[in-house]
């Protein structure tokens, strides 16, 4: 029933930028904690941003002052702006709610940062 999909990852280099979107369908995005995982390889997937139904907005240390999470509540959307990208973001990043559930993780979309 729910749906998260991911999009907008690629190939970039190191210092460049990145936008991530994140599709939802059997899920109200403005009344849920939202949320950005990534995975990188060999590593625990880890929370890298999530944004709360008022609007609140956290970031992981690694992120913080780089990435900024949003939501578009008429298009059931979420963002993710990636700013100044290093080669330690490389990761397949996701969408969830936060906790997250399990049934609800997608593909993932993969970002590659090279130096």
């Known amino acids: 029933q729910v749906r998260l999909v991911e999009s907008g990852g690629g190939l970039v280099q190191a210092g460049g930028s990145l936008r991530l979107s994140c599709a939802g369908s059997g899920i109200i995005f403005s009344v849920n904690v939202m949320a950005w995982y990534r995975q990188a390889p060999g590593q625990q997937r880890e929370l890298v941003a999530r944004?709360?139904?008022?609007?609140?907005?956290n970031y992981a240390n690694s992120v913080k002052g780089r990435f900024t999470i949003s939501r578009d509540n008429v298009k059931n959307a979420m963002y993710l702006r990636m700013n100044s990208l290093n080669p330690e973001d490389t990761a397949v990043y996701y969408c969830?709610?936060?906790?997250?559930?399990?049934?609800?993780w997608g593909q993932g979309t993969q970002v590659t940062v090279s130096s």
């Open positions: 944004i709360a139904p008022n609007g609140i907005t």
């Open positions: 969830n709610t936060n906790p997250a559930y399990h049934d609800y």
